[in-house]
């Protein structure tokens, strides 16, 4: 797989994300539900934003590896979230470490909604390639 990344702005090095993703010769892609703070018996957690968060990655990465995929493989990471202002506040020291962990480049999109399931607050939508 060949991966190019474009992001043609200046203040897009600011953003953790670029604004592009070119993929050639991928040898699969995978397309993930989005992915949320529930435990292993489908229970959605009620804990705050950073701490769902927290999870919906490592529920992410549990995924990933269970499909033979690796996490730098993310081209496209789609955030939603019940508020964009407590997501900037409290969970992106746990966000960005996860993107630089892995050297992701991805194009993403941040999006509030009236709400997601239960008592979450926050949903990661993931494409991957390998």
């Known amino acids: 797989m060949q991966k190019t990344s474009f992001d043609p702005w200046a203040w897009g090095k600011h953003t953790n994300s670029v604004q592009a993703v070119e993929v050639k010769e991928?040898?699969?892609?995978?397309?993930?539900?989005?992915?949320?703070?529930i435990d292993a018996n489908g229970n959605p957690s009620n804990a705050d934003m950073?701490?769902?968060?927290?999870?919906?990655?490592a529920n992410l990465e549990?995924?990933?590896?269970t499909s033979n995929y690796k996490c730098s493989g993310i081209v496209r990471l789609n955030v939603y979230t019940t508020s964009t202002q407590e997501f900037f506040?409290?969970?992106m020291d746990v966000y960005v470490p996860f993107i630089?962990?892995?050297g992701i480049e991805?194009?993403?999109?941040?999006?509030?909604?009236?709400?997601?399931?239960?008592?979450?607050?926050?949903?990661?939508?993931?494409?991957?390639?390998?």
Do not use: D, W
């Open 26 to 37: 991928p040898n699969g892609t995978l397309y993930c539900s989005g992915q949320a703070a």
């Open 50 to 57: 950073r701490s769902q968060l927290i999870q919906t990655i």
């Open 62 to 65: 549990e995924l990933i590896m």
């Open 89 to 91: 506040t409290t969970c």
């Open 100 to 102: 630089q962990k892995h």
């Open 106 to 130: 991805q194009a993403t999109t941040l999006i509030e909604v009236k709400g997601l399931f239960a008592t979450l607050t926050v949903e990661l939508e993931a494409t991957f390639v390998k």
